[in-house]
């Protein structure tokens, strides 16, 4: 774990002093992790290892859910979705490097929770996947529901809010558990393959894929309750407005886009259209952008660069791809979902 | 001023304040002084900056949080603790499973390390090459590898509803390894107070007998211990302590009963003791060849066995170069067993990593550690050193 010293403290102060007087030149004001992001000329994004989610593919290039979100905001920062760095962090040490600057914003499956934003200092995006925690068992153990793993040992990964879920649903039902905690990825999963423990418990996302890594994929099941709420949401530092509203409304653009049907291959197509809704949203009229101050057209380029939430969805975890993802929860809320816009306008 | 007193009495003068201030700060003042000052106020900065960052994320400083209730569940321990529990319980659950994994390591790692290394200066080529080997890929390897390669191992072993039973009452599965335990009905640490008492008095009296009378035949002395370690048991049952036997079995999804050691204890102490043998190996090996030639050729000439020579005549005095250098393998043993949470074992680190990932206080946790790892060290290097000052330097007086 790493804290924030000295040097850098001033040196943000300065920054926030120079952004402070840069705001009566410039419309908006920056804050210090936009400013070190458009010094640098490239945005820092930590995420974790689970295909489908975030995984380096055969040239080493990061692919996947949360990964397309990271291009995303390259695109509205700089307009190209390689200016980004992707590195990959353990759910430990990942918030104390978000804290340290090692990043200028995790895209790596946080679950929003108040102590986070109250006591630890981070603010959060919109809910990019709306999860829960679930169990993967065995099948030859027999069990159907969550209550019937009375008396088995079960894995949890060290520094998620799995760990204290999973005490709490043990506590509320009464019955007992032994936990084994494992921080490295691979020892948890060999840990549930060994028989070492009866159980996994995670986001059932992530358990899905787990399981899909498994050698007998089909001899496991993941139970279908959800122990919890898990929103899984970008994590940025507190402290610089500005950036969170750039991370917000890059996120909205992508779910907006599918709201009107815009997909990365018939955006240019909807250049002509006559709704002014979609003009304003992909800056073929430019007074949304003026009053913003993005780039007008930063809706559309993102569009054009990554497409929209449901494509990033399809391409990465829906149900073509090995994680095979439902849309659930995660489909728009004009289809019954979750997932929802505030309008641009 | 002191000068002229310093030359009438050499050596027993204290220094005066001026002698004092010039020792301190030594050839060049100038820079010494610039050195402090920079280095309280790096100090100082450095604090402030802390207190400020806290403050920015609205963390209290302080160890208050430690009475708070921790919500998360711990696997194994030797004390009870439930979730619910305060953190500093739980703190205390990982010190003694830190301090359990290492004394045991430690004890462990002294037997193989001083079998090896006596064992590497065999005249067998086959046996000294071997040992050879075994010392430079331990030493040559990650710790953290030789860990997941024995978690792995003991995993490797069946599931808790094939287990191995290579003795009745005895089950060595993936689930650890369980043994039938005495059950006493909840008397146990009583009792067990009442046999260390009842040895520890039998010792004196019996270096009181040997003071008086002398020695004692060695019959004899192992009958009065072993009387010793009954009586309490008889006085016990006596008072109507019931002694039943608790066989594991196989209940629901796990093996129960018994007394057990979970796989990644076994496998965490397994690994820093087989990796620690190895540097202490080097250590006996090298104590070992420190003695001169000449030892060896006086004892042998006495009519001495190979085995007595090494344990009357080398060894005793071998230990003396020894003793310091196993303290520092000891020492890393402790240290390194904080390696625990990438196989699982909660150990103090473990916990204290929960505990800092769910109150954001990172740096009294951090505090915590410190001072939790400094102490078991340098009690640690306490005893060390007093076993060194008693049995060593001065010769063993028993």
Same mark, same amino acid.
């Given at each position: 774990?790493?804290?924030?010293?000295?040097?850098?403290?001033? *040196?943000?102060?300065?920054?926030?002093?120079?952004?402070?007087?840069?705001?009566?030149?410039?419309?908006?004001?920056?804050? =210090?992790?936009?400013?070190?992001?458009?010094?640098?000329?490239?945005?820092?994004?930590?995420?974790?290892?689970?295909?489908?989610?975030?995984?380096?593919?055969?040239?080493?290039?990061?692919?996947?859910?949360?990964?397309?979100?990271?291009?995303?905001?390259?695109?509205?920062?700089? @307009?190209?979705?390689?200016?980004?760095?992707?590195?990959?962090?353990?759910?430990?040490?990942?918030?104390?490097?978000?804290?340290?600057?090692?990043?200028?914003?995790?895209?790596?499956?946080?679950?929003?929770?108040?102590?986070?934003?109250?006591?630890?200092?981070?603010?959060?995006?919109?809910?990019?996947?709306?999860?829960?925690? !679930?169990?993967?068992?065995?099948?030859?153990?027999?069990?159907?529901?969550?209550? /019937? *793993?009375? !008396?088995?040992?079960?894995?949890?990964?060290?520094?998620?809010?799995?760990?204290? @879920?999973?005490?709490?649903?043990?506590?509320?039902?009464?019955?007992?558990?032994?936990?084994?905690?494992?921080? /490295?990825?691979?020892?948890?999963?060999?840990?549930?393959?060994?028989?070492?423990?009866?159980?996994?418990?995670? /986001?059932?996302?992530?358990?899905?894929?787990?399981?899909?890594?498994?050698?007998?994929?089909?001899?496991?099941?993941?139970?279908?309750?959800?122990?919890?709420?898990?929103?899984?949401?970008?994590?940025?530092?507190?402290? /610089?407005?500005?950036?969170?509203?750039?991370?917000?409304?890059?996120?909205?653009?992508?779910?907006?886009?599918?709201?009107?049907?815009?997909?990365?291959? @018939?955006?240019?197509?909807?250049?002509?259209?006559?709704?002014?809704?979609?003009?304003?949203? *992909?800056?073929?009229?430019?007074?949304?952008?003026?009053?913003?101050?993005?780039?007008?057209?930063?809706?559309?380029?993102?569009?054009?660069?990554?497409?929209?939430?449901?494509?990033?969805?399809?391409?990465?975890?829906?149900?073509?791809?090995?994680?095979?993802?439902?849309?659930?929860?995660?489909?728009?809320?004009?289809?019954?979902?979750?997932?929802?816009?505030? =309008?641009?306008? | 001023?002191?000068?002229?007193?310093?030359?009438?009495?050499?050596?027993?003068?204290?220094?005066?304040? &001026?002698?004092?201030?010039?020792?301190?700060?030594?050839?060049?003042?100038?820079?010494?002084?610039?050195?402090?000052?920079?280095?309280?106020?790096?100090?100082?900065?450095?604090?402030?900056?802390?207190?400020?960052?806290?403050?920015?994320?609205?963390?209290?400083?302080?160890?208050?949080?430690?009475?708070?209730?921790?919500?998360?569940?711990?696997?194994?321990?030797?004390?009870?603790?439930?979730?619910?529990?305060?953190?500093?319980?739980?703190?205390?659950?990982? &010190?003694?499973?830190?301090?359990? +994994?290492?004394?045991?390591?430690?004890?462990?790692?002294?037997?193989?390390?001083?079998?090896?290394?006596?064992?590497?200066?065999?005249?067998?080529?086959?046996?000294?090459?071997? +040992?050879?080997?075994?010392?430079?890929?331990?030493?040559?390897?990650?710790?953290?590898?030789?860990?997941?390669?024995?978690?792995?191992?003991?995993?490797?072993?069946?599931?808790?509803?094939?287990?191995?039973?290579?003795?009745?009452?005895?089950?060595?599965?993936?689930?650890?390894?369980?043994?039938?335990?005495?059950?006493?009905?909840?008397?146990?640490?009583?009792?067990?107070?009442?046999?260390?008492?009842?040895?520890?008095?039998?010792?004196?009296?019996?270096?009181?007998?040997?003071?008086?009378?002398?020695?004692?035949?060695?019959?004899?002395?192992?009958?009065?211990?072993?009387?010793?370690?009954?009586?309490?048991?008889?006085?016990?049952?006596?008072?109507? +302590?019931?002694?039943?036997?608790? +066989?594991?079995?196989?209940?629901?999804?796990?093996?129960?009963?018994?007394?057990?050691?979970?796989?990644?204890?076994?496998?965490?102490?397994?690994?820093?003791?087989?990796?620690?043998?190895?540097?202490?190996?080097?250590?006996?090996?090298?104590?070992?060849?420190?003695?001169?030639?000449?030892?060896?050729?006086?004892?042998?000439?006495?009519?001495?066995?190979?085995?007595?020579?090494?344990?009357?005549?080398?060894?005793?005095?071998?230990?003396?170069?020894?003793?310091?250098?196993?303290?520092?393998?000891?020492?890393?043993?402790?240290?390194?067993?904080?390696?625990?949470?990438?196989?699982?074992?909660?150990?103090?680190?473990?916990? &204290?990593?929960?505990?800092?990932?769910?109150?954001?206080?990172?740096?009294?946790?951090?505090?915590?550690? &410190?001072?939790?790892?400094?102490?078991?060290?340098?009690?640690?290097?306490?005893?060390?050193?007093?076993?060194?000052?008693?049995?060593?330097?001065?010769?063993?007086?028993?």
């Amino acid at each position: 774990m790493s804290f924030h010293f000295g040097l850098s403290q001033g *040196l943000r102060a300065a920054a926030v002093a120079v952004a402070v007087s840069g705001a009566f030149l410039s419309t908006a004001k920056a804050g =210090p992790t936009l400013d070190a992001i458009q010094q640098r000329g490239l945005i820092k994004v930590g995420v974790g290892t689970s295909p489908g989610f975030f995984a380096p593919d055969s040239n080493g290039k990061w692919q996947g859910f949360f990964v397309d979100f990271g291009r995303a905001l390259a695109v509205t920062v700089f @307009n190209d979705p390689n200016k980004v760095e992707f590195t990959s962090s353990s759910p430990q040490q990942r918030l104390p490097a978000l804290q340290a600057g090692e990043f200028d914003i995790l895209l790596s499956g946080v679950t929003q929770t108040i102590t986070r934003a109250f006591k630890l200092g981070f603010h959060f995006g919109p809910v990019l996947f709306y999860d829960g925690q !679930g169990i993967l068992v065995n099948k030859s153990l027999g069990v159907s529901k969550a209550a /019937d *793993l009375d !008396g088995a040992t079960i894995g949890v990964q060290s520094g998620t809010t799995g760990e204290l @879920n999973i005490a709490d649903f043990f506590r509320k039902t009464g019955k007992k558990y032994t936990p084994v905690v494992i921080e /490295d990825s691979k020892e948890f999963v060999a840990a549930l393959e060994s028989g070492r423990v009866d159980a996994l418990t995670q /986001d059932s996302s992530d358990l899905a894929i787990r399981r899909s890594q498994l050698a007998k994929p089909d001899d496991y099941i993941v139970l279908p309750e959800r122990l919890s709420k898990e929103p899984l949401v970008p994590a940025v530092r507190a402290g /610089d407005d500005r950036w969170l509203e750039i991370v917000n409304w890059t996120v909205y653009a992508t779910i907006q886009a599918e709201e009107f049907g815009i997909t990365q291959a @018939n955006v240019d197509e909807f250049l002509k259209s006559e709704d002014p809704a979609i003009k304003r949203f *992909l800056g073929v009229d430019t007074s949304l952008g003026e009053a913003i101050g993005l780039d007008p057209k930063f809706a559309y380029n993102i569009i054009k660069a990554v497409g929209n939430y449901g494509e990033i969805f399809d391409r990465n975890i829906g149900p073509k791809t090995p994680v095979a993802f439902e849309r659930g929860y995660n489909q728009l809320w004009t289809k019954g979902g979750l997932i929802y816009s505030p =309008p641009f306008r | 001023m002191n000068a002229s007193a310093e030359t009438e009495e050499p050596g027993r003068t204290r220094p005066g304040i &001026l002698t004092f201030v010039r020792l301190w700060l030594g050839g060049w003042p100038l820079a010494q002084i610039a050195l402090y000052l920079g280095t309280l106020l790096a100090v100082f900065w450095l604090g402030r900056n802390l207190v400020a960052n806290m403050a920015r994320l609205g963390l209290t400083p302080g160890f208050a949080f430690l009475e708070h209730a921790a919500n998360y569940e711990i696997g194994e321990g030797f004390i009870a603790y439930a979730a619910g529990d305060s953190y500093a319980r739980a703190a205390l659950v990982g &010190l003694l499973n830190t301090i359990a +994994v290492s004394a045991l390591g430690c004890l462990l790692a002294t037997v193989l390390g001083v079998t090896l290394g006596i064992a590497r200066l065999s005249a067998n080529p086959l046996v000294s090459r071997l +040992v050879q080997a075994y010392v430079e890929l331990l030493r040559n390897t990650p710790l953290l590898l030789q860990l997941f390669a024995w978690n792995t191992v003991i995993h490797l072993l069946p599931g808790p509803r094939q287990a191995l039973s290579p003795l009745p009452g005895v089950l060595l599965s993936s689930r650890g390894l369980f043994l039938p335990a005495i059950d006493t009905g909840g008397h146990g640490a009583t009792l067990a107070v009442a046999i260390v008492g009842a040895v520890l008095a039998m010792r004196l009296i019996l270096k009181l007998r040997r003071h008086l009378a002398g020695p004692s035949p060695r019959r004899a002395v192992v009958l009065a211990y072993l009387a010793a370690v009954l009586l309490p048991v008889a006085i016990a049952s006596g008072f109507g +302590v019931a002694f039943t036997f608790d +066989v594991p079995s196989l209940k629901g999804f796990n093996i129960r009963g018994g007394i057990s050691m979970t796989p990644e204890f076994a496998a965490l102490m397994l690994g820093l003791a087989v990796n620690a043998s190895a540097s202490i190996a080097e250590t006996v090996r090298g104590g070992i060849l420190a003695i001169p030639g000449g030892q060896w050729e006086a004892a042998r000439s006495l009519g001495l066995r190979p085995f007595s020579v090494m344990r009357l005549v080398v060894l005793p005095q071998a230990l003396r170069i020894i003793l310091p250098v196993m303290t520092s393998s000891y020492l890393s043993l402790t240290k390194n067993s904080s390696l625990a949470v990438a196989i699982g074992f909660p150990d103090l680190v473990s916990i &204290l990593n929960t505990t800092a990932n769910v109150t954001g206080q990172a740096l009294e946790v951090i505090v915590l550690m &410190l001072g939790a790892y400094l102490t078991l060290s340098l009690a640690t290097s306490m005893v060390m050193n007093a076993y060194n000052r008693r049995h060593v330097l001065r010769g063993d007086r028993r």
